[in-house]
C-alpha cells in the first residue's frame, strides 16, 4: 500500500527567507506524486506534479519540488516565501496506472510567514 | 480549464436528517470522481470512488449506507449524508478526473463545509 509522510506538522520563515517542506513516500513502483496547497476553509490548488523525466518541477507561485528515488522524497521548495503563501501544503501519491486512481495525502503542513 | 465546483459551499442542519452535496465538474467530462473527508487540522480522508454509470466504491470504514454517493452523468456526483449526526460535521471535498492514458489528475472542488446541530 502507497503512504505519505510529512515530518513537519507546522513550520515558521520569515518573509523572503526560502522554504523547504518534507515529503516521503512509500511505493512499490513508480508513482506519480503531487503537492496541493490549501487556504483556509478553501479546497485544493495543485502546485505541481512529478509523473516521469526530469526529476525537478516547476510548478506554481515560484514553488518547485525535486524527485529523489534513492530517498524516496519528494520536497518542496520555494526560494523566497511571500506572506501569502502561508497556508496548508499537502504532498500526495497515486499509483503510476495511466488512469485516474486514487490518491493517498500526508497529513499536511501548516506554514505560518511572519513579517 | 478544469473547473469543479461544489454546491452548497455551507450547510448547517439538525441531526436526523439528510443532506444532499452536489459536485459538478464545469468544462469537462469527469469518468471518475472521489469524495473525501476532511477533519479539522487534518490530512484528506478518501471516503469513496465512484465511476459515472456504476456503483461507487467505498473505502474501508465508511459506511455505504450513511453516505451515499451518485454518479449519475459525467458532470455530475452527488453525495448524500443520511440521518446526520453532529460526528458527520466535517468539510467534505470531491475531486473529479478524467481518465486519458496520461492524465492522473485530480481536480479539486472548494468543499463544503456540513455543520449538524
Known amino acids: 500500500a502507497q503512504s505519505v509522510t510529512q515530518p513537519d506538522i507546522h513550520i515558521t520563515v520569515s518573509e523572503g527567507a526560502s522554504l523547504e517542506l518534507r515529503c516521503n513516500y512509500s511505493y512499490g513502483a513508480t508513482p506519480y506524486l503531487f503537492w496541493y496547497v490549501q487556504s483556509p476553509g478553501q479546497g485544493l490548488q495543485l502546485l505541481l506534479k512529478?509523473?516521469?523525466?526530469?526529476?525537478l518541477v516547476q510548478g506554481i507561485k515560484g514553488f518547485e519540488a525535486e524527485f529523489k528515488r534513492s530517498q524516496s522524497s519528494f520536497n518542496l521548495r520555494k526560494p523566497s516565501v511571500h506572506w501569502s503563501d502561508a497556508a496548508e501544503y499537502f504532498c500526495?501519491?497515486?499509483?503510476?496506472?495511466?488512469?485516474?486512481?486514487?490518491?493517498?495525502f500526508g497529513t499536511g503542513t501548516r506554514l505560518q510567514v511572519t513579517l | 480549464g478544469a473547473v469543479v465546483s461544489q454546491h452548497p459551499s455551507r450547510v448547517i442542519c439538525k441531526s436526523g436528517t439528510s443532506v444532499k452535496i452536489e459536485c459538478r465538474s464545469l468544462?469537462?467530462?469527469?469518468?471518475?470522481m472521489f469524495w473525501y473527508r476532511q477533519f479539522p487540522k487534518k490530512s484528506l480522508m478518501l471516503m469513496a470512488t465512484?465511476?459515472?454509470?456504476?456503483?461507487?466504491?467505498?473505502e474501508q470504514g465508511v459506511e455505504k449506507d450513511k453516505f451515499l454517493i451518485n454518479h449519475a452523468s459525467l458532470t455530475l456526483s452527488t453525495l448524500t449524508v443520511t440521518s446526520a449526526h453532529p460526528e458527520d460535521s466535517s468539510f467534505y471535498i470531491c475531486?473529479?478526473?478524467?481518465?486519458?492514458?496520461?492524465?492522473?489528475?485530480?481536480?479539486f472542488g472548494p468543499g463544503t463545509r456540513l455543520t449538524v446541530l
Open positions: 468544462d469537462f467530462q469527469a469518468t471518475t
Open positions: 500526495a501519491v497515486s499509483p503510476f496506472t495511466g488512469t485516474a486512481s486514487k490518491l493517498t
Open positions: 465512484s465511476n459515472e454509470g456504476s456503483k461507487a466504491t467505498y
Open positions: 512529478y509523473f516521469s523525466g526530469d526529476t
Open positions: 475531486s473529479a478526473s478524467q481518465s486519458s492514458v496520461l492524465n492522473n489528475e485530480q481536480f
